[in-house]
């Protein structure tokens, strides 16, 4: 089983960054996809940036050209650099992970979620 811990949120001013982590622990065969969703109040979760274990990159439209996602296949870690950040990124950003289980199982997994808030 895949354990997450995430760090980095907080409070930032608009036009400010932010660095997200995401460590993955425990045991498994592979990991596969490593994300960051994020979910504001009254709204839908949605797909903020997804990498895959060979590096291929997806952004959500409303990030893309200002966050970039990143990974450490050694450290199992997957960060998100949030660089001009805007009021309504304001959310809880959360970590997904799939992994594969040591009996080739294809597994997810979600962190407990950071709160990140973009306020004057």
């Known amino acids: 089983q895949v354990q997450l811990v995430e760090s980095g949120g907080g409070l930032v001013q608009p036009g400010g960054s932010l660095r997200l982590s995401c460590a993955a622990s425990?045991?498994?065969?592979?990991?596969?996809?490593m994300g960051w969703y994020r979910q504001a109040p009254g709204k839908e979760r949605e797909l903020v940036a997804a990498?895959?274990?060979?590096?291929?990159?997806n952004y959500g439209d409303s990030v893309a050209g200002r966050f970039t996602i990143s990974r450490d296949n050694v450290k199992n870690t997957v960060y998100l650099q949030m660089d001009s950040l805007k009021p309504e990124d304001t959310a809880v950003y959360s970590c997904?992970?799939?992994?594969?289980?040591?009996?080739?199982?294809?597994?997810?997994?979600w962190g407990q979620g950071t709160l990140v808030t973009v306020s004057s």
């Open positions: 990498i895959t274990s060979a590096g291929r990159t």
């Open positions: 425990g045991m498994f065969f592979s990991i596969n996809v």
């Open positions: 997904n992970v799939g992994y594969e289980t040591i009996f080739r199982r294809n597994v997810e997994v």
